[in-house]
């Protein structure tokens, strides 16, 4: 699940030395420059939801006569089809290599209205199964198109189960709590109101994420989570745990996890305004005359670019990559 990484043409050593240079490239007038990402005609503005494991494939929202689903590919646009009915919304939350994209389906239809998870391809959405009093979401898909997300009843919304659509085979419901990512071998990464959890989809093994809480993500085989102090009297922490929930690293001062990279390149937020860059030891605030939100989907690419959504001075949203950039 969730976002990973690589743009052609560009190693990973690039971005090492774009970040471990910035506090002395500075003075040289470098900074981050964000690139907007496209939109339909007649849209102004819109918010990244997610991206691909080789972040070819971005995924977003915008909001035109309801919501709808945008998904972009190496940059370029590539609309995803309308809903039949103009009064249904369409919410994408993950993407996978092969541009297979997941989310939420408003499907209103009177009595019938509710949320339906989907799986889209080729222009079509496929309806995973949901029962007819329950709403539910698909938030990530792995390479194989095993699909996580959560379900509840229509009658008790605040109770949500965590489920997964495993490709070609029926529905599996796990425990009560929220869905976070999904590995390529089926490892289920799930929170719930006291702790988190590694579940094994193939034989059926739970391993604990000690500590584990939201904010949460999944990312390049690392589970990302806050977690509470840190050191020189830091109030929080980004804690890292590989697949099998042994700890690997932590990045202090970290809030929300966005994203890692392949060599260990964390991207996330430090409070409600603030996004740094972690590696070797060293944290970097993100300079940009448009900053990244620390409220919407981000990631850092292998390419040496950041993903994110930045907001303009009247609060409205703009999907954007931003470029370590020198003048």
């Known amino acids: 699940m969730k976002r990973r990484r690589v743009f052609a043409g560009v190693s990973g050593v690039l971005l090492a030395a774009s970040i471990v240079a910035a506090p002395q490239a500075s003075a040289a007038a470098c900074s981050w420059v964000a690139n907007d990402l496209p939109l339909p005609a007649g ?13 070819r494939f971005i995924v977003g929202s915008y909001f035109q006569n309801g919501t709808r ?20 919304d369409i919410t994408p939350r993950d993407v996978n290599n092969s541009g297979v994209v997941v989310g939420a389906y408003w499907y209103s239809w009177g009595a019938d209205s509710r949320y339906r998870p989907f799986r889209y391809s080729n222009g079509t959405y496929e309806f995973l199964y949901s029962d007819v009093n329950e709403d539910a979401i698909a938030r990530g898909v792995n390479e194989n198109g095993d699909v996580i997300g959560e379900v509840w009843l ?3 919304p605040q109770t949500r189960w965590v489920a997964m659509w495993p490709a070609g085979q029926p529905r599996r419901l796990y425990l009560k709590g929220q869905a976070i990512g999904i590995s390529n071998d089926r490892k289920l990464v799930v929170v719930t109101n006291t702790t988190a959890w590694l579940i094994d989809g193939h034989n059926g093994k739970w391993t604990e994420i000690p500590g584990g809480r939201t904010p949460m993500v999944f990312d390049n085989e690392r589970v ?10 830091a109030a929080y922490r980004i804690v890292e745990r590989d697949v099998n929930g042994v700890l690997t690293a932590e990045y202090n001062a970290g809030l929300e996890p966005f994203g890692r990279t392949s060599g260990g390149t964390l991207f996330g937020s430090t409070g409600p305004n603030g996004t740094s860059l972690w590696q070797n030891g060293w944290r970097t605030d993100v300079d940009s005359e448009k900053d990244p939100h620390p409220s919407y989907y981000g990631d850092a690419t292998d390419g040496g670019a950041l993903i994110a959504t930045y907001r303009d001075a009247q609060g409205n949203t ?4 931003w470029f370590w950039t020198c003048t």
């Open 69 to 88: 689903g945008v998904l972009w590919d190496h940059g370029a646009l590539r609309t995803m089809t309308l809903p039949s009915n103009s009064a249904d």
């Open 318 to 321: 703009y999907p954007a990559r």
């Open 43 to 55: 849209v102004t503005h819109g918010q990244t939801t997610g991206s691909s494991g080789d972040n």
């Open 154 to 156: 229509r009658s008790a």
């Open 224 to 233: 990302l989570h806050m977690a509470w102090g840190g050191e020189n009297g």
